[in-house]
């Protein structure tokens, strides 16, 4: 059974920082490329950043540039995102995705919320 577990969501105030994990079971993580996706309310989903299997990161959104890191340790089947300087438009829920050929799994997010 493939689970995708993410964690380290919450409360922080504008010009705080938080890091987020997704923690995989049921794959081997180390051939699928990761990415991060969030969801504000009322929005649609949209890619954040993405980390190939090979370690490659992809470009990150434009409103995250600069602040957020994508990055994975594979001896932990886990994937993690720096996100720093956040401010209110960052609030949504954050959701991680494997991807390999064909194939993905997302997580069933993590909230985040920055209090101005």
């Known amino acids: 059974q493939v689970q995708l577990v993410e964690s380290g969501g919450g409360l922080v105030q504008s010009g705080g920082s938080l890091r987020l994990s997704c923690t995989a079971s049921?794959?081997?993580?180390?051939?699928?490329?990761m990415s991060w996706f969030r969801q504000a309310l009322g929005k649609e989903r949209e890619l954040v950043a993405t980390i190939t299997s090979a370690g490659t990161i992809g470009n990150y959104a434009n409103s995250v540039k600069g602040r957020f890191t994508i990055s994975r340790d594979n001896a932990k089947n886990t994937t993690y995102l720096q996100m720093s300087s956040l401010n209110p438009e960052d609030t949504a829920v954050y959701y991680c995705k494997a991807a390999f050929d064909i194939t993905a799994y997302w997580g069933r997010g993590t909230q985040v919320t920055v209090s101005s």
């Open positions: 049921g794959i081997t993580f180390s051939r699928y490329d």
